[in-house]
């Protein structure tokens, strides 16, 4: 009955005690997302629905098993896709739920979807595919070795050669599943970096993809054990991205 309070402070309060319930072991995650499938397009207020969306991805990355992970993440993008398609939600709102069925590809066959949305094939009325919007979905193409992901970037980086862009492309590189590109990414982080905080912390965002377990096994120790010293010797900025 979420929806039938329309005092938006209970909301809040109530869809934060859910989420505290999350975390504390006490809801499954499974029931969670469920229950905010069916809730959160019924939301009004978007800084509320922010959180949920949020939320969701949140419990989808940490916290649903293994087992059901994919399912799951399909599951929340079919949602994200419907209630786009039935154009329900407009203005941020519908930003944030164009966003998160980004966030929430997880296969093959979602991520095509993706390709669709940004070559202009899938359009949802009123909604303008944004650059951070083409970026992400550029990312989603490198990490998951898509057909065409190296000429996706390329082109992302003509169309947007501002600093953002720059660090977007560092992002997308470092998002490769390529043993050498993680090789030679690990060693920068822990080097000369990429000649700024800033570049730095965006090719640190594109490293760890928990589709990527097999690549990535070999840093699980090494990046715990390096993690004391970073916080003993790097400013607060620097170990917070590498955290």
């Keep these: 009955r979420l929806d039938a309070f329309d005092d938006l402070l209970t909301r809040q309060l109530l869809w934060s005690a859910l989420w505290n319930m999350v975390r504390d072991q006490q809801l499954s995650s499974i029931e969670y997302i469920a229950l905010a499938r069916e809730k959160a397009v019924l939301e009004k207020n978007t800084e509320l629905l922010d959180s949920i969306l949020q939320y969701c991805l949140a419990a989808l990355g940490r916290y649903v098993p293994d087992s059901v992970r994919g399912e799951q993440f399909h599951a929340f993008f079919e949602t994200a896709r419907e209630v786009l398609l039935r154009g329900e939600v407009t203005g941020d709102a519908q930003i944030m739920w164009a966003r998160s069925l980004i966030d929430s590809a997880a296969s093959l066959e979602d991520i095509q979807y993706l390709t669709r949305v940004a070559d202009g094939e899938v359009v949802f009325e009123g909604l303008a595919v944004d650059q951070d919007m083409r970026w992400s979905i550029a990312a989603k193409h490198v990490a998951y070795g898509m057909p065409g992901a190296a000429e996706r970037v390329t082109a992302e980086a003509q169309r947007d050669p501002s600093d953002r862009g720059v660090r977007a492309k560092l992002r997308c590189e470092t998002s490769s599943p390529a043993a050498e590109a993680k090789a030679s990414a690990w060693e920068r982080f822990n080097g000369e970096g990429y000649g700024s905080l800033y570049l730095t912390g965006a090719a640190m965002s594109g490293f760890n993809w928990a ?21 003993r010797t790097k400013d607060k900025e620097f170990a917070s991205d590498y955290f």
């Design 211 to 231: 589709e990527q377990r097999e690549v990535l096994e070999p840093y699980v120790e090494a990046y715990f054990g390096a993690l004391p010293n970073v916080f």
